[in-house]
């Protein structure tokens, strides 16, 4: 069963995170960061989705981004933690990380169903995490 969870280790436990913020406007906008072992420090990559996450299928709209947006920021980073902090400072400046609502899930697909089923309010943060 799928469940939120509230991060009392490391976030590099997980192999990905996908966040989601919803706006005032109910605008979503989604990074996603993942573990790819570059170099000089960065061995994760956060992929900023600066256009708005398409209406409907969360993973479809995510795959629209990533073929058709050209608003898309790739930045290295040291670790998960550092990916979070940089999205809530791009999308509401005043989340902190314990605004972050982790919900762990297997794969994508589930992170569609988590998407649907919990219904994100304006102005709220939401996290997907994959497990190594």
Do not use: C
Request: no cysteine; proline share 2%; glycine share 6%.
């Amino acid at each position: 069963m799928n469940q939120s969870v509230k991060i009392v280790t490391d976030l590099n436990n997980f192999e990905r995170i996908v966040l989601a913020y919803k706006d005032g406007e109910g605008v979503v906008h989604i990074a996603h960061s993942f573990f790819y072992n570059g170099r000089d420090g960065s061995e994760y990559l956060l992929f900023l989705y600066k256009d708005p996450l398409p209406k409907g299928n969360f993973v479809e709209g995510w795959n629209y981004l990533d073929e058709n947006s050209v608003n898309t920021t790739i930045v290295g980073v040291h670790d998960h933690g550092v990916a979070v902090e940089d999205f809530l400072a791009a999308w509401d400046p005043t989340k902190i990380m314990s605004d972050v609502n982790f919900y762990q899930v297997k794969d994508f697909s589930e992170v569609d169903e988590m998407y649907d089923k919990i219904k994100i309010d304006n102005h709220q943060v939401v996290a997907f995490g994959i497990l190594k």
